[in-house]
């Protein structure tokens, strides 16, 4: 895409679109897209129950402490101080009733008043 | 129709929808942001649209979408989103007992559709796949009404942010209301000791391993936070004092 062509539809775009749908849809079902019976091995089975907590907090910590691919070096982050007080909430409802909601309005109280308010 | 509508009404699809509806405020705010992305990034509405419908998958978009913007090589693009994605390849592996009962097409529309909360969600309630049939319909139920909550709230959002890319403002940081639905149903894991082991180690790695190019540190993370686990769990679980010999 050239900047002349900006907000324009054109082939090529849409030809690595697609590519990408096949991407996800390749990834998401790689292990079970052959019908051959065959097993992970034992441990690799009991190793996978912790892959789910390492996922979300591989994702969410370097979103937190790291700007531009540098980690941050002061504390005057809101992003740091909404993740505290959300993991705070949670902690303190003790996960019951609608806690992940509380976790995210929680945040977003303190991070939207930090952001845009004080530039945070 | 009468099939899809037996779906619906199954209590395991409605339950499915409830615990997904607890964490669409963050997915919608996330889904929001990625479509004013698209937008911006100087896509027109019709391959943001397509985008959105088809790729369905934030992170391997957010990183795609520079990238078309740029005119990068095709199979630069395609590559990059498939490392982006590398962590569903795992998932997969976890998902594949749940799923080798239905014929490929239907494992095909499940695994397109299981996304990184649906997956969380789904392995938190069952722990083991169903042995018997009912056991898996009401697997598959759940798996359904999660899917189906966690696709429509992302493509509204999505469609609502290429609509309105031009009027909402990107530097009030909406998007992070979904690092912080991540954040929820991550404290929500963190039942046994070994999981807030694992939480930490792959925190850290991730961290760490930053600089790795295509996001591979997400999937450096999740290796060594398991191979920790899998490791720490032949410990024995207390350390005991040495038990003195001698005469009773």
Redesign the interface.
């Known amino acids: 895409?050239?900047?002349s062509a900006?907000?324009?539809?054109d082939g090529w775009?849409?030809?690595?679109?697609?590519?990408?749908?096949l991407?996800?849809?390749?990834?998401?079902?790689?292990?079970?897209?052959s019908?051959q019976p065959w097993?992970?091995p034992h441990?690799?089975?009991?190793?996978?129950?912790?892959?789910?907590?390492?996922?979300?907090?591989?994702?969410?910590?370097?979103?937190?402490?790291?700007t531009q691919?540098q980690?941050i070096t002061t504390w005057l982050d809101?992003?740091v101080f909404?993740?505290v007080a959300?993991?705070a909430y949670?902690?303190a409802r003790k996960?019951q009733g609608?806690?992940?909601?509380?976790?995210?309005?929680t945040?977003?109280a303190v991070?939207?008043p930090l952001?845009?308010g004080l530039g945070w | 129709m009468a099939r899809w509508l037996a779906w619906w009404r199954h209590p395991e699809f409605q339950l499915g929808l409830r615990e997904m509806a607890?964490?669409s405020?963050?997915l919608a705010a996330w889904g929001l942001m990625t479509g004013v992305a698209m937008?911006k990034s100087?896509?027109?509405?019709?391959?943001a649209v397509?985008?959105s419908l088809?790729?369905?998958?934030g992170?391997?978009?957010l990183a795609?979408i520079p990238l078309?913007?740029a005119?990068a090589p095709?199979w630069v693009?395609?590559a990059t989103?498939?490392c982006v994605?590398?962590?569903?390849?795992?998932?997969?592996?976890?998902?594949?007992?749940y799923?080798?009962h239905l014929p490929?097409r239907w494992?095909?529309f499940n695994?397109?559709l299981?996304?990184?909360l649906s997956?969380?969600m789904f392995?938190?309630r069952f722990?083991h796949p169903a042995t018997d049939a009912v056991g898996q319909r009401n697997q598959l139920a759940y798996l359904g009404g999660g899917s189906f909550f966690n696709w429509s709230s992302w493509q509204i959002a999505s469609m609502l942010g290429i609509g309105l890319a031009h009027s909402i403002p990107t530097n009030?940081?909406l998007g992070?209301?979904g690092?912080?639905?991540?954040?929820?149903?991550?404290?929500?894991?963190?039942s046994t000791h070994?999981?807030r082991v694992?939480?930490?180690?792959?925190?850290?790695?991730?961290?760490a391993a930053?600089?790795l190019p295509f996001k591979l540190?997400?999937v450096v993370?999740?290796a060594a936070?398991?191979?920790l686990?899998?490791m720490l769990?032949h410990l024995p679980p207390t350390r005991q004092p040495p038990r003195v010999k001698g005469p009773a």
């Open positions: 895409m050239n900047p900006m907000n324009m539809t775009t849409l030809g690595v679109i697609l590519g990408l749908a991407v996800t849809l390749v990834t998401r079902c790689f292990f079970f897209l019908s097993q992970l441990w690799a089975q009991r190793g996978l129950q912790y892959a789910p907590i390492a996922a979300l907090s591989a994702v969410v910590l370097p979103e937190v402490v790291m691919g980690l809101a992003r909404a993740t959300g993991a949670f902690f996960g609608q806690a992940v909601l509380g976790t995210i309005v945040g977003m991070y939207l952001h845009i | 607890a964490v405020p963050g937008v100087g896509m027109s509405p019709l391959e397509a985008m088809m790729v369905f998958a992170s391997s978009q795609a078309i913007a005119g095709v693009i395609w989103a498939f994605n590398l962590r569903f390849v795992v998932f997969s592996a976890h998902m594949r007992p799923l080798m490929l494992r095909l695994g397109y299981t996304a990184d997956y969380v392995t938190k722990h009030w940081g992070f209301a690092i912080l639905a991540l954040l929820g149903v991550g404290c929500s894991l963190a070994l999981r694992s939480a930490g180690v792959a925190a850290m790695a991730a961290v930053f600089a540190n997400i993370a999740i936070a398991v191979a686990c899998l769990e």
